[in-house]
Structure formats: C-alpha cells, structure tokens
C-alpha cells in the first residue's frame, strides 16, 4: 500500500499491474522458448509481430485513431516487464521499431499515412524501421547526405543508410534526406515501401549483441517516390527526428535499468543456490557487497529515470535532463552486467547465458539513440558556460 500523503506510483498502477502479468504471459509462450534460435537466425518471425500486434502491444502509447491505446508509460512498463521476465532487449529493439519509425507519420495527421503504413505496423502486419544514420554522419543527424530532389510529382532520393534496425525486413523505412541547403534546416522525412526500384537492403550487419535483431545497409539509387510520401513539412525533419530522439532516449534509459535489475536478481539467484567451501555464495561479505553495489547503482538509476520519464508525459520537455537520464541509466547498467558475469563466475562466460547475452548486449546503449559523449555535449549545451 502507498502510505497518506505518498505520491502515486505511475509504474504500478492496477491497470498497469494487469499490463505487466498479461506481458509476463505473452513473454513465456511467445518468446523465452525461442530466444536461441532467434539468436540464431539473426532476426525475429513475423508471426511475432502479429501476435504483438493482436494483443495490443506494439499500439502501446500510440493515439487511439490509429490503432493504438494507452501512454507513453504504458508502453515503458511493457518493455520493462519483458526485460525482467527474461526476453534479451534485442528482441524488443526488433519488435518495437514501430515505436521509432512511426510517430513522425501519426504527427503529421495524415489519414492516407495512417491508412497505409501506420495501422498495419500497429497490427503487426507490416515490420517498419526508422533510416537516419549514415556511414559518415553517425550521431551527426545534421551532416547526414542523402539527398531527395523533388522531380514533378515524385522526390529522388539517394545515399546510404546503415546501423538500421530491422532494416532487412522492413516493409517500409522512414527515412531522413536532405532537400536543401546544409545543416539541420534542409531535412526532411520520407516513407519509403520495400521494392520500390532503385532501394535495397544491401548488407545484414553482424554484431557483438542484439543478435536476434536484424540489422541493416541500405541504399538508395534514383529512388523515386510519390510526393504525397513526404512527412510533414519539408525542410522540417531535424526536428521531427530530435523530438522523437528523446522518446527513444528515455525508452533505451527505462531498458538499461530493467537489465540492470534483471542482472540483479539473476545473481542474487546464484548466490543462493551455488556453493563454494561448504557454504552459499551469499554468505561471502566480498560478494554481498558486490551485490550490494549494483543494486544501489540500478535503484538510483531508476528512480531518476522515471521521475524523467514521468515529466515527459506531463508535456514537459527536460532535453538535458533525458541525456542526464541516459547517461546515468547506461553507466550503471555497463557497470551492473559486468558484475553479474563475475558472480556467475566461469558460467557467465558462457554462451547462451542469460548474463553473457546481457553483457554483451548492453554495450549499445551507450551508443544507441545518442553516444554517451553527445549527451554529455547536449547537457553541456545547457550549463552556464557563455
């Protein structure tokens, strides 16, 4: 029970106490028995899609007229939950590239997008992704180089995209180009259908981790698309993009603090249960203090990222205060996965482990949505220097 006077747990809430055992269910029927394999094959079943799709999940967040229900919370609790029920983050950046590549399009409020690519993504039966960096541009959104050129009725894109999540599979991507000029002012944002001539995905990208995730290269050769296919205004995707960066930035921060706690309890679990001179793991103070140390780091990281995340679906828009948040939940996280593999000791390092696969698929998050050192830049873009 919260006490008198407490404020209200926006995370655990009856209804969304409710979300959180119906994502523990859908995790153990439709996910943990074929984690290995996906790992595997290098990419998620799009019947995975669809059974997300028909539960409601993947409209997590999203406005009802387009399908979706629910808020922006909503849809952290369920990528929080699958994390702590065992499902590795790589599932859920495949699963739910929706959550990036379709907000631009449910901003512009645009029946036809919706029609079309929007709900059907919310289905599960169309797999998007979202294409903005570059090989040469990276965390540079600014300095990206493809270019679209308007002919007649339809724009010509073409360059490169790559790191681009679920990219091989794709069904549609929405991607970033420039129209004019240099810098941020000359961007904008297009929807782009798989088969269109002239665009493939050229290269599946191996990784380190997000092994299940597929990634993609893609190119664009005198990529002709309808006119109507440009999202919003033109000149004005940079800031398209950067409103949704901070979405994605806090997502990625809510993950990293629910593998750091899964890691936790993982080895606390072996603590208990292994053995070593007579008497349980748990017993040893070195060890407890250890443990100790990556509860505190994941405890603090996550009270900070929620009251972030909290603010942000009060409209607010704290953009040093979403880098702060990333920043704090990644570097506990990286801390956190290396002491889960010491105390699972040589098993840890195994393949197939759930702390091995976490250990390594927690090196992105620094990187991912933002490096660690472009948000120190934004959150030094905001202290009183000048």
């Known amino acids: 029970m919260t006490p008198a006077g407490a404020p209200a747990d926006l995370w655990n809430t009856p209804e969304r106490t409710a979300l959180r055992e119906t994502v523990r269910a859908f995790a153990a029927k439709e996910i943990l028995p074929h984690v290995e394999e996906w790992e595997d094959a290098g990419e998620l079943p799009r019947s995975l899609h669809r059974a997300a799709g028909a539960l409601g999940l993947l409209g997590l967040g999203q406005p009802e007229r387009v399908g979706g229900a629910g808020e922006s919370l909503d849809q952290l609790v369920a990528s929080e939950e699958l994390i702590l029920s065992g499902v590795p983050s790589g599932v859920l950046a495949s699963l739910f590239t929706c959550s990036i590549a379709l907000p631009a399009l449910v901003r512009s409020g645009r ?12 289905a599960g039966e169309k797999v998007s992704a979202l294409g903005i960096t570059e090989p040469d541009a990276g965390s540079d959104v600014a300095g990206l180089r493809t270019r679209a050129v308007r002919d007649g009725d339809h724009w010509v894109i073409n360059g490169s995209k790559t790191f681009i999540t679920s990219g091989h599979r794709a069904d549609f991507v929405t991607v970033a180009a420039r129209t004019s000029g240099a810098g941020h002012r000359g961007i904008s944002l297009f929807v782009v259908d798989r088969g269109t001539p002239g665009f493939s995905a050229v290269r599946r990208l191996d990784k380190m981790g997000w092994r299940c995730s597929d990634t993609a290269e893609l190119s664009f050769a005198d990529v002709r698309v309808p006119a109507d296919r440009l999202v919003g205004e033109q000149d004005t995707g940079f800031f398209q993009i950067m409103h949704q960066f901070a979405a994605e930035r806090i997502g990625m921060a809510v993950q990293a603090c629910a593998i750091a706690q899964r890691c936790v309890e993982l080895s606390a679990r072996r603590m208990r249960e292994r053995t070593a001179f007579g008497e349980p793991l748990a017993r040893r103070q070195v060890l407890r203090h250890r443990l100790a140390e990556m509860h505190r780091r994941t405890r603090v990281a996550r009270s900070y990222v929620r009251w972030i995340a909290e603010r942000a679906q009060a409209g607010e828009e704290p953009v040093a205060e979403v880098a702060m948040a990333k920043n704090t939940a990644t570097e506990a996280l990286d801390q956190v996965v ?7 000791g040589g098993e840890g390092f195994l393949r197939g482990s759930e702390v091995e696969r976490h250990y390594r698929d927690a090196r992105v998050f620094s990187i991912g949505g933002g490096t660690y050192e472009v948000m120190n830049e934004v959150i030094a873009k905001h202290l009183p220097l000048h």
Do not use: I
């Open 338 to 344: 290396d002491g889960a593999v010491q105390l699972h």
């Open 111 to 122: 029946e036809d997008l919706a029609r079309d690519y929007v709900r059907p993504a919310l």
